[in-house]
């Protein structure tokens, strides 16, 4: 069988012009000719167009397709592999810069103009990870606590978040302060630094029953999103987040008005 330029154009999915371009390149070109004389491709020239569509799709470049081709010296495999690890840099390096957007897209979220030298000063390290941001909605989505909790944020002005921050800098370094200091996480003061959080949501967010705390800080320790936007992960330590979950779950209780004595935290221990 032989086709020729326009029958191979048609069902190759590629233009005329690209298959003189191939043949100008010396990738591809017709090796037999019609009876009349026509240049016209065979069967093994369509498995070497196939091979061709195969390398420009992992983004090989014309004249590296063409030393593939053409050196026997080369070894097809190691080839591949190393594209493998460009391309991997590339996913790198494309996720690094979408993580980007999405933080830029979060602070552009809550309505406030901001400079980037006003976005350190402001939110520092805290990091806005916009799938959590995301996934939470959804979760939440029937909420009206979710809803208000939105809305609220979204009229925050520049100076609002400022304080705002500013109130949760100083409670995470009380946090560190007692979880570096041993203290226990039944304890009365870190069951006082979970009432302070707790009281940190309804201020500025949405109310938040002891209940409702239990499930927020269940998500710390479930997805290190969640506590990344309470303790930034350069300040985290080893069992921070489970500490701090213990000691919500034990001022959910002090407020149920279970007793808490005599429980010890592995963590404060």
Known sequence: MSYSVGQVSAFAGVTVRTLHRYDRAGLLSPSDRSRAGYRVYSE???????????????GSPLDEIAVLFEDPQVNPLERLRARQRQLNEEIARLQRLAEVAERAIEVQKTGVPLTPQERFEVFGEVAFDLSYATEAELKWARSEGQREAMARADAHTKEDWRRLMGEAAAWRAELLAAFGEAEPSCGERAMDLAEEHRSHIARWFTSCPPDMHRRIADDFVADPRAFALVVPPSRQRPGLAAYTREAVHANAARHAGVGTEGEESRWGS
């Open 44 to 58: 093994a020239d369509l498995v070497r167009l196939q091979q061709i569509h195969f390398y420009r799709e992992l």
